[in-house]
């Protein structure tokens, strides 16, 4: 949606204040970890833009709560699996040999929203360490969220999604979007027997020189993800609700894990 749409659908400006109290609305607390997925564009007119958002979730939460957001970086996958666009694979072996390396403070994220990306950028935000899956935290749980994220089975029970889980009390809240962009739900397939494993790779500096280096993983695949949590809101409930008239949804996140980790099992 444009800029121009959200002036028209919206009534008032949404600032700061409002948004603080849209999010209360909605269910969100001091002291609360949660996990944002978000689209903007979905939203009415935010006054400040992205930067608001983040501030109205930072003054609502304070620093005894804990925002985390998705910093992936598709772009630095291998071009052999690129689909959006795919690349001729008489280049594919000059990408990789020439591709800039992760770098958590300098790499921007790919594709996962202007917010997510402005909050990635601030100087109070910690990021982890994996080249593909990174993700950004502030607040209480910042540290021990992103410490450690290891490059094997970057979505599992050791990755910042596992240890949201271990914290049990972490809210999803997908703000403009659905369960398509729901990053959780790749927990569930780390945890799913159903789910076979794959190889993969990643380049890295060592001695100098560009190598690299392989790991496994499961076989991420986020085709299903709207089927699952169609099922999943049916059998426990509507999490429905509407924040700066974006269509929003905010429900705990080891409630989902496990149901998506029995679907997918089944």
């Known amino acids: 949606m444009s800029e121009k749409a959200s002036v028209r659908r919206s009534s008032i400006p949404f600032t700061v204040e409002r948004l603080v109290h849209e999010f209360q609305n909605a269910g969100i607390k001091k002291g ?3 996990i944002f997925h978000a689209s903007l564009s979905q939203a009415g007119w935010v006054c400040g833009g992205a930067i608001a958002i983040i ?3 930072q003054s609502l939460l304070t620093k005894e709560g804990t925002l985390v957001m998705p910093a992936q970086t598709g772009g630095l996958s291998d071009p052999k699996f690129w689909e959006n666009p795919p690349v001729p694979e008489e280049w594919w072996e ?3 040999q020439n591709m800039p390396l992760f770098d958590k403070d300098r790499t921007p994220s790919t ?5 997510a990306e402005s909050f990635r950028a601030l100087k109070d935000v910690v990021r982890s360490d994996h080249p593909y899956y990174s993700f950004t935290a502030w607040g209480k749980h910042a540290d021990r969220i992103v410490e450690g994220h290891s490059l094997a089975h970057g979505f599992g029970d050791e ?3 596992g240890k949201l889980y271990q914290l049990k009390k972490c809210k999803i809240v997908l703000f403009g979007v659905d369960h398509d962009k729901n990053t959780s739900l790749h927990l569930a397939e ?3 027997t159903k789910i076979p494993v794959k190889m993969g790779t990643a380049a890295k500096l060592q001695a100098g020189k560009r190598v690299f280096e392989s790991y496994e993983e499961k076989a991420y695949n986020s085709d299903q993800f709207l089927e699952v949590g169609e099922a999943f809101e049916k059998a426990q409930g509507d999490f429905k609700t509407q924040i700066a008239l974006a269509p929003s949804k905010i429900f705990e996140m080891n409630s989902l894990v496990d149901f998506a980790t029995d679907y997918f099992d089944r």
């Open 32 to 34: 609360d970890t949660i």
């Open 159 to 161: 990755s910042p999604l």
């Open 190 to 192: 780390e945890r799913s």
């Open 111 to 115: 594709g996962m929203g202007v917010i």
């Open 55 to 57: 501030n109205a979730l």
């Open 94 to 96: 000059e990408i990789r």
